[in-house]
């Protein structure tokens, strides 16, 4: 059967035999899930929920959506997908630059890895075939040098190489996929799990000949709706190309506005204010350490900012991107407000494969525990020499504490005896938005299917930036419907699979039109949003199955005790009240997907 | 008092910071109108062009709050604190 606007072609590789299948997406599977995140979800899912993350039997997806390396605006991102070694739940992950539509113009709208390797191996995608290669050699570099070597070694400029590092190869938990332009499927471990499997890269060679083009038929109303996103973007206030904020500044342009609010977590949370973030804010990168400002496949926003550092101990640095959550969790979350060193622990993490987030928290545990003296031989706040020394640690596994760490915040606060100083939720830590200053992400970290998170549910637009309307950030009611919305919205456009930054500029009517003009199938909003309903329902449900249930949505208890500092003096997050109006608008029991609900949404 | 000013308004007004004359418990309203006449550059950026309302998604925040949270233009500026402005921001 035909799916208009899919490539239609899945590839399932067993790395342990090396046998590798081809098959077409089951098209009822296509119409409930879309693709991208969705889809891979539904794979996991099929794959069943009690697997080991880090065993033969966990399943690695990447995938794209049916939107993925067409000419719609923002479509350039891959989902990687499978059951986190971090969480134990199911997650996805997203990288954007040109990996996910060299995938597509490879042939193939995902592939799907399963079992473990005897030895490192990498996968040729091409022309609708994958092989597997002899990774031997590779085993035991960094990102950048695999990079480096493999796009020598296959060629021309039609090459995507997507690869862990050692933090990968030693299954830290926070390990990271990275490809050539330094974009990473960050949060969730993913990295971890293709190093389980031995797997150390994918390369994607496809030509944007092979792009994916409407029929004589669709083809006005695939240009209405490239249109329609084109004009968002270009007209969008956050997203205007060269005039908004995002453009400009990148998404580190909310240093400053969030450390105005008191939002800003800092010193692991004791704070949420930190007089000298504006030190590392968007203004203050832009002004003084911009290098260039690289952008992804169809998308003139080009919100990533790749620095250069010319001062100081790390001097010569220049990595992408200095992103908002990587300043924040290298920087303010670990009493630290030097750009240099920022850039330096980014570079690093870029050529280990770990996630910046996650590793900050670690760090930022860590300085706590060293403070109360849980740990000898720590780290002081804003210590950066000895940031540098344990980041490297952390990645090659090395010695007790090395190890210990690479476990993640929530696993090393374990390990220092005192579990509460994790700012972590079902083992995944928060990113840089504290919950007591803005209510509503508060809920999205305790419901994200993935573990603590502000992508699965933005409410920080609406809450921060006003989009689509402003609610009082300070306000706990209402925000388990905003949330909800945001949660399903999200679901969707991860599922096309097309930039969260759309969402900024665009809503489930654009989205209905972009997906109705791919695929050729009529969609309306409401269509998007109960799409996007059944999704988030299909991950929480796989999460129930394997084990998060009942209690599985919290917040670490600082958040709901202890004051907020600066613009949200004395706030606390008031969770208990906001997960009774969420549960209630999910049709949830106590965070469990009650079988109605299920049968409703027609995932059973 | 002082207005801080951020991102993009930082070029249009020439300054991150911008003294402008306020009485205590004056609406904010009057405050930013003073403002755009000290500098410029901001017309058309802050407010709406007759001055009554402020643009989309700009925020005005009065320690840590937003005036779109409290009265609006209307909110009465308090003595021996900042304004902060911003122009539309979000990233993710």
Known sequence: MTLTGYANRIARIDLTTGEIRYEAIDPEAARKYIGGRGLGVKYVFDNGPEVDPLSPENLLCFMTGPATGSAINMSGRLAVCTKSPLTGGVTDSHMGGWSAARLRWSGFDGLLFRGASPKPVYA???????????????????????????LERHGGSNVSVMAIGPAGENQVRFACI??????????????AVMGSKKLKAVVAIGDIKAQWKPAEDRKAAFEAARKTSLKAIMEGALTAPRKGGLSLYGTNVLMNIINEVGALPAFNGKETYHPNAEAISGEAIRANYLAEEPTCHACPVACKKLVEIKEGPYAGVRTESFEYETAWALGVNCGLT?????????????????DTIEL????????????????????????????VEVTEQIARAEGTMGQALGRGAYGAAQW????????????????????????????????????????????????IAGIPMQTDRLSSEGKGALLKTFQDLHAFSDSLDLCKFSAFSMGAEEYAQIYSAVTGVPFTAEDVMRTGERIYNLERYYNNLAGLGEGSDYLPKRFLTDPATGGSAGQVSELDQMLQEYYAVRGWRNGVVPVEKLRELEIV | MQIRLYATLRDLAGA???????????????????????????????????GTALLPHVQVFIAGRSIRDLQGLATPVPPGVDIAVFPPVAGG
């Open chain 1, 124 to 150: 040729v995608c091409e022309g609708g075939t994958v092989r597997l290669e002899d990774a031997s050699d590779l085993w035991g570099k960094g990102v950048r040098e695999t990079v480096r070597i493999l």
């Open chain 1, 178 to 191: 990275l490809n050539e332009n330094d974009r990473a499927s960050g949060r969730g471990g993913t990295g």
């Open chain 1, 338 to 354: 030097d750009p240099g060193t920022i850039a330096k622990l980014l570079d690093l993490c870029n050529d280990l494969g770990m």
């Open chain 1, 360 to 387: 900050g928290n670690v760090l930022s545990t860590t300085m706590e525990a060293t403070e109360l003296g849980l740990v000898a031989d720590g780290i002081a706040w804003g210590d950066a020499a000895r940031m």
């Open chain 1, 416 to 463: 220092f005896g005192r579990p509460d100083l994790a700012n972590s939720v079902k083992g995944q830590a928060i990113p840089a938005y504290d919950p007591r200053g803005i209510k509503g992400i508060g809920l999205g970290y305790a419901t994200s299917n993935r573990g603590a998170c502000h992508l699965r549910g933005y409410t920080v637009a609406s809450e």
């Open chain 2, 16 to 50: 991150a910071r911008v003294e402008v004359p306020a009485a205590p418990g004056e609406p904010t309203g009057a405050v930013l109108r003073r403002l755009v006449e000290r500098c410029p550059g901001l017309d058309g950026h802050v407010l709406t062009p007759d």
